[in-house]
């Protein structure tokens, strides 16, 4: 496939933001890019119903304590799969600008960093999804794992999923493993302080999406 559309990543530990983000930029960004701007997720996708469907079994709270480790990595691996081929590919292919909150560096960081499973062996088995496609850049809300899990735990507490009750040793290894990823990557990642008040992180996003997209320098986009 001939690449000729843009994809950007969102990373980062729960309750970093990202949701609240995107839907702050996405009234923003529309106005550019109009039909071009393909929002979508992992797991799952837009428009994607055999990936949404793996996402509600990865994500069911009533498998906590019985899912297979790397059961749970190719499931996460073949929601990447069916969201690369249907979605992802073919709106890069007709140019349009793809935006996806969290892709193959979530499992690097949660199945490779946090489960031990290996961040080598993540990587090759992903590689069967992904065939090579890495996102153009990777916006990672950097914050304190324990930040991010009292957020979801007093805000967004009707929406837990499985693996929000992980233990906080899991996610530090999965921060740890994230952090690794950025160091390794500085060219492809963009840290931002997602600790700051949510407009800031907002303004701080939009800042970046303005330089890697190009948008023109209007005072407003200052
Ligand atoms: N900068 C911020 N300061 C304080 N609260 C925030 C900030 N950003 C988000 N929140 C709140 O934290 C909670 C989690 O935010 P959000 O759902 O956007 O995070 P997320 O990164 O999408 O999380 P997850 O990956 O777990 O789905 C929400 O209640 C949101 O209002
Ligand atoms: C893509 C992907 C995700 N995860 C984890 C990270 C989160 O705990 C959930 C997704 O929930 P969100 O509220 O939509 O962020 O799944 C993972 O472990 N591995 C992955 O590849």
Known sequence: ??????????????????????????PRLQPYLQEQLVLTREPGGKENAIAERIRDVVLDPAYIGMMDPWTEALLYAASRRQHVESTIKPALAAGKVVISDRYVDSSIAYQGG???????????????????????????????????????????????????????????????AYHELAAQQPNRFVMIDASQPLEQVINDVWLTLVDVLDLPESEENL
């Not at 499985?162 to 530090?172: E, P, Q, V």
């Open 1 to 26: 496939m001939q690449k000729k559309g843009i994809f950007i990543s969102f990373e980062g530990p729960e309750g970093a933001g990202k949701t609240s983000v995107l839907k702050a930029i996405l």
């Open 114 to 176: 946090g489960r031990g499973l290996g961040i080598d062996n993540i990587a090759k088995i992903n590689d069967y999804a992904i065939q090579g496609l890495y996102p153009d850049r990777t916006i990672y809300l950097d914050l304190d794992p324990q930040v991010g899990l009292d957020r979801i735990m007093t805000h967004r507490k009707n929406e837990i999923n499985r693996l929000d009750l992980d233990g906080i040793d899991f996610h530090r290894r999965v921060s740890a």
